[in-house]
């Protein structure tokens, strides 16, 4: 049985070469942080995105140098509902006020009323999967008009040659990962990107633990390295450089699927954008048995999250009395196929003929005679 992975990392053979080359050179030079591969790191995102780039440890080092700026003691800060839990958690820790967003069932993008919000709010947006709500530039601009602070997160976008004008460059400031199942698959790391250079100075001189008694003096406290080494630098710039490549290949994944998927998982409107890094189902009836049934074809998939982020304990003081079915109908029903850049026609194939399968017996049916 072929067996088809949810995510593949993908390094062509010549930016492999590229890599073990660079790499050889930092093993000799000794300089395993903060040196040259970091700065050109920094250099090419920042002329890419027409923004400062400050290279950082991870995605969530990035958010949590951010938010650590902004002075979140008592401040909302609006977080998608399908969220991963950690982010709103790092608003909780920080002092802010994690406040849930309903979200689109196409897109996934954050609902949110303009004028319903404070000027002092954060606004988390998430590009959930890399997709991109029509929506989405339209409001990021109404609720920086408002007066609030838009924190784009871009880990999962997988931007084009260009990014200065797409997503992560409507927000006051942008965050990036390079985790390997993120979609310029690097080693790990991560970037903000910011039109204030002043932010970026602050963040940049943060990263670091050591030599930072002049912060804890003043009453900061900071705890840990959050810069990126340099062969993760090296990853990245690689990585990033032949971002087109896999764009292209991820491009064909998700026509092939398009194409193939019977139309009753697909969410209407929810068509291919070049953007994207996952590739989400919308099944007729949730099916808590579907992603073990798969499994057993050899195709695994992924969930988006299995609840919202205020049901877990330590976030659910935050709940409030808003009727969140619809979230959860949307969770228990998105199902992530297998994404990747390696993956063939004959792959996409065989995950649609599983699929097909696990569902046809009677909820291909039942969805028909719902009709
Ligand atoms: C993965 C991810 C992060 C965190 O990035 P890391 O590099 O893994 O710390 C943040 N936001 C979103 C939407 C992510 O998918």
Redesign the pocket.
């Known amino acids: 049985m072929t067996r088809i992975a949810s995510w593949r990392t993908l390094v062509l053979p010549e930016v492999r070469d590229a890599i073990s080359d660079d790499v050889a050179r930092i093993i000799v030079s000794g300089l395993l942080r903060g040196g040259p591969h970091t700065r050109r790191l920094e250099e090419r995102l920042g002329a890419d995105w027409n923004r400062q780039a400050v290279v950082v440890g991870?995605?969530?080092?990035a958010?949590e140098l951010v938010l650590e700026d902004l002075d979140l003691m008592s401040r909302r800060v609006l977080v998608p509902a399908n969220c991963?839990v950690a982010?709103p958690g790092l608003v909780a820790r920080l002092g802010g006020i994690p406040v849930p967003v309903p979200v689109d069932a196409v897109r996934f993008a954050p609902l949110i009323d303009p004028d319903t919000v404070s000027g002092r709010a954060v606004v988390i947006w998430?590009h959930?999967g890399g997709m991109v709500g029509e929506h989405a530039e339209a409001s990021i601009c109404a609720l920086r008009a408002q007066g609030c602070l838009v924190i784009e997160?871009c880990?999962?976008v997988l931007a084009g040659p260009r990014p200065g004008s797409g997503p992560g460059a409507w927000g006051d400031v942008a965050?990036m990962?390079?985790?390997p199942?993120?979609p310029i698959c690097g080693s790990?790391?991560?970037a903000v990107l910011t039109r204030d250079e002043h932010l970026a100075e602050r963040i940049a001189a943060r990263r670091s633990h050591s030599g930072q008694e002049h912060r804890w003096a003043v009453g900061e406290s900071i705890y840990r390295f959050r810069g990126m080494s340099e062969i993760e630098a090296v990853i990245a710039y690689h990585q990033w450089e032949q971002r087109n490549v896999l764009r292209a290949c991820l491009q064909c994944v998700a026509e092939t699927y398009q194409q193939a998927l019977p139309q009753a998982v697909v969410m209407p409107g929810r068509t291919p954008q070049a953007t994207q890094s996952r590739y989400a189902v919308h099944l007729p009836n949730p099916m808590p048995d579907l992603r073990g049934r798969l499994a057993r074809h050899g195709v695994a998939s992924t969930v988006m999250f299995e609840r919202p982020w205020f049901d877990y304990p330590a976030l659910a003081v935050h709940q409030d009395e808003e009727d969140w079915d619809e979230i959860r109908d949307l969770l228990m029903r998105t199902l992530f196929l297998p994404f990747h850049p390696s993956l063939g026609t004959a792959d996409c194939m065989t995950v649609v003929d599983a699929l097909k399968r696990c569902l046809l017996s009677e909820d291909l049916e039942r969805w028909k005679t719902s009709l």
């Open positions: 991870s995605g969530m080092d958010l991963f982010i998430i959930h997160d880990a999962y965050i990962s390079f985790a199942t993120k790990g790391g991560g």
